[in-house]
């Protein structure tokens, strides 16, 4: 099955490119630097001819409140009509558990109306919404400095690698479209401060991390579970500590 990749370079894609070629699907990475631009629309035409699934991980560079909803929007619109062009029989995106839980957030409003526009498309899709990604938690931390410290809300979140995120991303892409929404998410659950702070530990970042209710993730407030998904999620087996002991999150410490 040819699958293209949008965001194939990225920390999922590249991932998710490696994957599906050891299934023995020709997989397809797409991503400016492989001459394909969803803003522009250059190279989508020629990368798309013959693809049968097209998987969209791609994120905005900017994630400022204008910025990335000009990029989901015109990427979305631009990668729709083209598929529909090239009679693409699948559409698949990558979204975040609690989406419409956190339209507070310029970049939840991003993903909203990104994933409106696949909803209101006449291609066949899957959105997967999943957790955070265990490879984000220093990056949680660095948009949550308030002063010198780390402010974050101590609810409930279930955070998973970014291979279990891949691998999942896979099997439903060369499963048949359910014009519907997956939750994918970790095999267990956290508070979000707690975790920061082991992540931090393990990357000897002496930062203090506060754990403040009134603290914002991403610029919306969260309540107990807007970051846990349903009952019906699929969950990634790798463990948090098993997951720092892997090259991945040594890699990150030694960047
Ligand atoms: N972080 C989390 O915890 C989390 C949780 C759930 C879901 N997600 C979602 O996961 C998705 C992927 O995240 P990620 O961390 O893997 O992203 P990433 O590593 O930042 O990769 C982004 C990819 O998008 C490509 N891209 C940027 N601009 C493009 C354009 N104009 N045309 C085509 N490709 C373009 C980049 O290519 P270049 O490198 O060449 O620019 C890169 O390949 C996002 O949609 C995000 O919302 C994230």
Redesign the pocket.
Known sequence: MKVVV????????SKLVNKLREHGHEALP????TG????TGEGLAEVLTGASVVVD???S?SWEDSAVLNFFET?TRNLLSYEDAAAVGHHVA???VGTDRLSESGYFRA?IAQEKLIKESSIPYTIVQ????FE?LKGLADISMVGDKVHLPPVLFQPMSADDVASAVGRIAVEAPINGTVEIGGPEQFRVDELVRRRLAALKDFREVIADPNARYSGAKLSEKTLIPGNNARLGETRFETWLTQPAAQAQKAA
């Not at 949008?6 to 894609?13: A, D, K, Q, R, V």
């Not at 394909?36 to 803003?39: A, D, G, P, W």
């Not at 999943?130 to 990604?133: D, H, K, N, P, R």
């Open positions: 949008i965001g194939g370079t990225g920390l999922i894609g797409a991503a400016p630097n394909v631009n969803t803003l991980v791609s994120n560079p990427s990558l979204s975040v993903k999943a957790t955070q990604f984000f």
